[in-house]
Each structure stands twice: as structure tokens, then as C-alpha cells.
């Protein structure tokens, strides 16, 4: 790993930590709908898989999973364990459809949205060892749908944006 | 979106509208028995038919919760969480409800009487 590589992936661990925060902060998605996240650092963890490579957009995921973890919802918590199983779910879904299929970067994302929803939820009947939270996916995966395009749209963008940084560096 | 974004969403939406369909059948069966576990274990088990219209206090992580019963319904009036997830909601009657306070480490759920057997078995 190169230098430049290292810097642009702790920038990006940092961003995925802010957007996080920032969206702690939109009202409908804080209260109003228990378990449901808009999912902003999603966008970054798209952008990681097609600049970089899988092993680094694992890095990504799990990095802003413990920071978040450190300074703001408890490290070990039954949350952390939540928003680890998703992000494993999720990044490892996302490399493969983007890796395997014809999805664009809008489907792409919107799979990581539903894997996400998915890991949390099994993750959740695990460690309560109660299966009635099955009742609450199929809520949680209508939802993952727009929030998956939003996302995906958003890391569309970032990724023509960098793309030209990128290349002015280079 | 590509043709194969369009592919996924129909059979994403199909997988829900099912999954919707299957978690529907089982949602209306009224109950009749409650049970409250703190940290995974029975702290108290209530029969909704008798213990009507009172009140309890269980020992939860952040203090104590307040759980309020009706006729075949349970809620959770108070409790020390930040966003006050299960307090917020209300009255639960469905045997597939559950109530779950994370941050109390305090889960409710409901059986019907015909489960009854069950809970003594365990």
C-alpha cells in the first residue's frame, strides 16, 4: 500500500465517520422509524469498491464501524454488534454484484441496503434469541429501497468527482 | 438504472410483497400470556386475562421499567433509553408483536394460551 493509497482511505474512513454523525442528526431518520438509517457511509464504502479493492473496502467498513463504535455508541454494545454484522453484509454483497453482475452502481447499492437491513435483523434474532423480529424486515427492506438509490446516486457522484481529482494527481 | 437495476427491484419487491403476505397470516392471533426477559432470562410472566389493568416494575439496565397491562394487551409505559423506541410503541396485542428496549436489555413477548405447556416445559 502505497502512501497516497493510505492517505485516501483514512480520508475516507473520516468522511464515513462524519456522514454518519451528520445524519444522526435528520430528524425522520433519528426517531420516527426505529432501525431505519438513511445509510450515508454506505455511499463511501461503493466508492472504495470500485476506486480500490475489496480488502480495502473491508478496511473502510470495518474502521468507521469501530470508530463510530468508539466515540459515540459504545464499543461491544448489542448495536455495535448490529452495524458490524451489516457492513460484513453488505460490503461483501456489494463487491460480488459488482464483481459478478450487470447491476450498475444504483443496484449495487441498493443490495447493499437490503444486505445491511438483513444482517441486522438476523444479527438482532441471534442475540435476543427471538425469532418475532422476522415480522419487522419486510418493513425495513421497503425501506432500504429508496435509501439505497439515494445512496447509490450520492456515490455516483462522489465517484465522478474523484475520478477527475484522481487523475489531475496522476 | 440498467435493465438489470430494473431485474433486481421487480424481484426485490416480490421477495417483500411476499414476505409481507407470509408475516400477515400469523399476525392476529390474540394472546394471552406475556413474558418479559431481562438479559435473556424470564423475569416475570404475566396472564394477561387475570392480571388486568396493572402495573409492574422490572429491573432494566438504565433503571427500572414500567409495564402497564390491559386485556389481552401490554405496553411499556416507561423506561430510561435515549430514544424511547419501546415505550413509544404502545399497546401490543399480536403474538408475533415483540417489544424489545436494547438499551434496557428488556424484551417482551406474547403467547397464546395454547403454548402454555411450553413455557412450563422450559
Known amino acids: 500500500m502505497d502512501?497516497?493509497?493510505?492517505?485516501?482511505?483514512?480520508?475516507?474512513?473520516?468522511?464515513?465517520?462524519?456522514?454518519?454523525i451528520i445524519e444522526s442528526t435528520i430528524p425522520i431518520f433519528n426517531n420516527m422509524l426505529p432501525g431505519v438509517k438513511l445509510g450515508l457511509a454506505n455511499a463511501i464504502i461503493i466508492v472504495v469498491i470500485y476506486l480500490y479493492t475489496f480488502t480495502d473496502a473491508l478496511y473502510v467498513s470495518l474502521g468507521r464501524v469501530f470508530i463510530?463504535?468508539?466515540?459515540?455508541t459504545g464499543l461491544l454494545g448489542i448495536g455495535f454488534f448490529l452495524s458490524l454484522t451489516g457492513a460484513i453484509f453488505s460490503t461483501i454483497i456489494m463487491y460480488l454484484a459488482k464483481r459478478y453482475t450487470q447491476l450498475s452502481i444504483i443496484g449495487v447499492s441498493i443490495l447493499g441496503a437490503i444486505f445491511h437491513s438483513l444482517g441486522q435483523v438476523l444479527m438482532a434474532m441471534l442475540l435476543l434469541k427471538t425469532i418475532s423480529l422476522i415480522f419487522y424486515l419486510p418493513y425495513l427492506l421497503?425501506?432500504?429501497?429508496?435509501?439505497?438509490?439515494?445512496?447509490?446516486?450520492m456515490a455516483k457522484n462522489i465517484l465522478s468527482l474523484m475520478d477527475k481529482k484522481i487523475a489531475l494527481e496522476r | 438504472m440498467n435493465k438489470s437495476?430494473?431485474?433486481?427491484?421487480?424481484?426485490?419487491?416480490?421477495?417483500?410483497?411476499?414476505?409481507?403476505a407470509i408475516t400477515s397470516l400469523f399476525n392476529y392471533n390474540n394472546s394471552t400470556i406475556a413474558t418479559v426477559y431481562y438479559d435473556n432470562n424470564i423475569v416475570l410472566t404475566l396472564d394477561l386475562s387475570i392480571d388486568e389493568n396493572r402495573e409492574y416494575r422490572v429491573k432494566g439496565?438504565?433503571?427500572?421499567?414500567?409495564?402497564?397491562?390491559?386485556?389481552?394487551?401490554?405496553?411499556?409505559?416507561?423506561?430510561?433509553?435515549?430514544?424511547?423506541?419501546?415505550?413509544?410503541?404502545?399497546?401490543?396485542?399480536?403474538t408475533y408483536e415483540v417489544i424489545v428496549c436494547l438499551p434496557n436489555k428488556v424484551v417482551i413477548t406474547l403467547s397464546d394460551n395454547k403454548n402454555k405447556l411450553d413455557t412450563v416445559v422450559r
Open chain 2, 61 to 94: 439496565y438504565n433503571g427500572d421499567v414500567v409495564i402497564e397491562t390491559k386485556k389481552d394487551m401490554i405496553r411499556v409505559k416507561e423506561e430510561i433509553s435515549p430514544l424511547h423506541i419501546c415505550s413509544r410503541q404502545g399497546w401490543v396485542k399480536s
Open chain 1, 3 to 20: 502512501i497516497r493509497k493510505i492517505t485516501h482511505l483514512a480520508m475516507l474512513i473520516s468522511l464515513a465517520v462524519v456522514l454518519n
Open chain 2, 5 to 20: 437495476d430494473w431485474q433486481l427491484l421487480a424481484i426485490i419487491i416480490i421477495i417483500i410483497i411476499s414476505l409481507f
Open chain 1, 142 to 153: 421497503l425501506l432500504a429501497i429508496p435509501t439505497g438509490i439515494i445512496v447509490g446516486l
Open chain 1, 68 to 72: 463510530v463504535g468508539l466515540i459515540r
